[in-house]
């Protein structure tokens, strides 16, 4: 899974967002943190949707970067559920970057995000019963 060379996603993607100065090292590179937050967004946009309520990010698989994102770079991120437990959902994200001035995009990273259905209480909860698609339309 973690090509360099892979196609991007034939789907939409969860969030589509430009890296800015503020998200960038001194050097123009965009923090690893903040590309992150960003792959755990999309993630808890799917998760939330398929648990009908509130979720948290419990644990996420190891990262490796295969390309950096500079500022200004256009970042897609694609996240897919992948498991569904009893009060746990495993969701895929991956993260592509383009340059503003191509239309090659890239592959950044990608990795595994568990969540959590909670209740009010912030306890576990289950996940309701439903479809459990591959992708969860935005």
């Given at each position: 899974m973690r090509d360099?060379?892979?196609?991007?996603p034939n789907e939409t993607p969860v969030i589509r967002t430009i890296a800015m100065p503020a998200d960038a090292n001194p050097v123009g590179d965009i923090f690893g943190g903040w590309l992150m937050s960003q792959m755990?967004?999309?993630a808890g946009n799917v998760a939330t949707r398929r648990a009908r309520g509130r979720t948290a990010t419990v644990a996420v698989d190891g990262m490796a970067f295969l390309s950096p994102v500079h500022v200004g770079?256009?970042?897609?991120?694609?996240?897919?559920?992948?498991?569904?437990?009893?009060?746990?959902?495993?969701i895929e994200v991956e993260a592509w970057r383009r340059a503003r001035d191509s239309e090659e995009s890239t592959k950044v990273t990608e990795a595994t995000f568990t969540?959590?259905?909670?209740?009010?209480?912030r306890r576990p909860r289950a996940v309701p019963p439903g479809d459990t698609p591959t992708t969860v339309a935005v």
């Open positions: 360099r060379n892979s196609k991007m755990d967004l999309a770079d256009e970042v897609s991120l694609f996240a897919r559920l992948q498991q569904v437990g009893r009060t746990s959902m495993k969540f959590v259905a909670i209740d009010e209480h």
